[in-house]
């Protein structure tokens, strides 16, 4: 169904009348429905997801399956093993002053939620949450990203297929689509975008103290020091910047190596870069878009910046504006206020800055807000501690890159400016549930016996439980 501004709020309360039928759904209902969302995925639509993430952005088949299908669909996998046990009832401990009583945790559904996700993963990053929220047994609304029109229009109908609506809606359109939605009662919003943007939901859900999620960017850095296998380390970083053009929340967002690795650092990065592109990168099937005009001309303006700035452009620097293309690129002897240092990059240009101590990485990073990763590539285990110890970041991954993402048992999220609770595995599962807690009285308690009115034998008894409970 496509829906409009005035029945956005039909949509909802329709949601919201079935709240309880889905909330109480058996696990195996849940699994189901899960299973049908992954034949979609894998068999009826992979060829259109394909397909239009190419017309999107020129997204490479590969990346397409490994980096759009395979998380959904593995999520979905690592969901449907542990779900029975995390909708169990959890028994707790009862402490002997509530003796005659015993307690639990129901995880319970929040009720109506909304999803609203990017582009630059438009499919992970929108059927990722919605198997957590389906797992907890709510009922969702979906508002994809308008920058990736034909992925929207494929995950439109898979919605429509797999889903009823009453249980899952999606709907398209600009961002006052967004704004409408957000006016609405929501029990919760779980928004992966900018911080800026991120902004405003956590505003409009403060209006009815909806609970949010909040899956926030900004600059990612990576500290490569004197001991690691810096060929290694060079190839992995290449793999972690340009997939997707950069174009990744946790992509390295700018790199800290030290001074004396410098010029082998330089080498070793041509090396592979060529080893992954050839010479005619704008031509390589491995290698995709930046997302349309607006996005190719922020980063074009942070180049001319750079530029402007005496800043040394290593490797790269071409760019097609009719293609929306700019080659991987490699700056150094930028200044703090440059723009490549001052807002999130989100494209394929990757600035370095080099050290003499890692006291100097640690201040550096810690002068800027937490970020959703922090890479470090050393072999020096102390070391490793330091930076972690003594830094703050959403996730860090320790000799590679964005390979946190994909451990489902591992909490995925920012702190802060980089985002505001978690996702993934149970954590997703957490994210859209209450935990209710539960207190039966079996027997007449000990409360019941200090109940006013209060006398000296009650005080005395309330005087011993403090002493000695
Ligand atoms: P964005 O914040 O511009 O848009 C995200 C969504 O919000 C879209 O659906 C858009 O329609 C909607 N939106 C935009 N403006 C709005 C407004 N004023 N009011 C209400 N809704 C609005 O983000 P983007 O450009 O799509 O994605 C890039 C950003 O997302 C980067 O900062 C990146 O780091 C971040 N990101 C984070 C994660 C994560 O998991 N933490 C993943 C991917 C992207």
């Known amino acids: 169904m496509n829906y409009s501004n005035n029945t956005y709020s039909v949509l909802f309360n329709t949601q919201k009348s079935h709240q309880l039928v889905i909330g109480n759904s058996a696990y195996k209902e849940r699994i189901n429905i899960l299973k049908a969302l992954q034949t979609a995925l894998e068999k009826t639509y992979k060829q ?17 399956d490994l980096t759009e299908i395979y998380p ?65 047994g709510n009922t969702v609304i979906i508002k994809p ?18 889903f009823d609506e009453e249980h899952v809606a999606l709907v398209e359109g600009e961002v006052e689509v967004s704004t409408e939605l957000l ?12 911080p800026q943007v991120g902004k405003i ?17 900004g600059k990612s850095p990576v500290i490569i020091d004197d001991t690691t296998n810096l060929d290694k380390a060079v190839k992995k970083v290449i793999f972690g910047k340009f997939l997707n053009v950069g174009q990744t929340c946790i992509a390295p967002d700018y790199v ?41 001309e922020r980063l074009h303006g942070y180049l001319e910046d750079a530029k402007s700035r005496n800043a040394t452009i290593a490797i790269g620097g071409v760019s097609e504006e009719k293609e929306n293309y700019i080659e991987p690129t490699l700056v150094f002897d930028l200044d703090d206020e440059s723009d490549l240092m001052t807002n999130e990059i989100f494209g394929p240009i990757l ?53 946190q993402f994909l451990n489902h048992n591992l909490p995925f999220g920012g702190s802060n400016n980089s985002g505001i609770g978690k996702s993934h595995g149970y954590y997703g599962f957490l994210e859209f549930t209450n935990q209710r ?33």
Request: hydrophobic share 40%; proline share 5%.
């Open 351 to 403: 600035p370095v800055k080099t050290y003499t101590s890692i006291s100097e990485v640690l201040d550096y990073i810690n002068s800027k807000d937490k970020p959703l990763a922090l890479y470090i590539f050393s072999s020096n285990k102390k070391r490793v501690d330091e930076i972690i110890n003594n830094t703050r970041a959403g996730g860090t991954c320790v000799n590679h890159n964005l390979l």
């Open 256 to 296: 800290l190596i030290n001074e004396a690795i410098k010029p082998a650092f330089i080498q070793s990065f041509k090396k592979h870069l060529k080893e992954f592109y050839a010479e005619d990168v704008l031509n390589s099937n491995s290698y995709g878009r930046i997302v349309n005009q607006k996005h190719f």
């Open 72 to 136: 959904v669909v593995d999520e979905i996998k690592f969901v449907s093993k542990h779900l029975r046990s995390w909708m169990r009832r959890q028994k707790v401990d009862t402490p002997l002053t509530l003796l005659g009583s015993s307690s639990w945790i129901k995880n319970e559904s929040k009720g109506v939620c909304l999803i609203i996700s990017p582009w630059n993963f438009p499919v992970n990053l929108t059927f990722g949450p919605l198997v957590s929220a389906i797992a907890a």
């Open 201 to 217: 939901v956590m505003k409009a859900a403060a209006e009815h103290l909806t609970s949010v999620t909040l899956e926030l960017g």
């Open 48 to 64: 259109a997801l394909r397909d239009a993430l190419y017309k999107d952005f020129k997204k490479p088949q590969l990346e397409v």
């Open 145 to 162: 990203s308008e920058m990736t029109p034909h992925t929207s229009k494929v995950m439109h109908d898979i919605v429509n297929e797999v």
């Open 437 to 469: 807690s539960v207190l039966k009285q079996h027997t007449i308690g000990a409360v019941d016996l200090l109940m006013p009115p209060y006398t000296n034998f009650k005080q005395k008894i309330v005087d011993l439980t403090i002493k000695w409970f």
């Open 183 to 194: 006016k609405l009662p929501f029990n919760h919003i779980f928004f992966t975008g900018s």
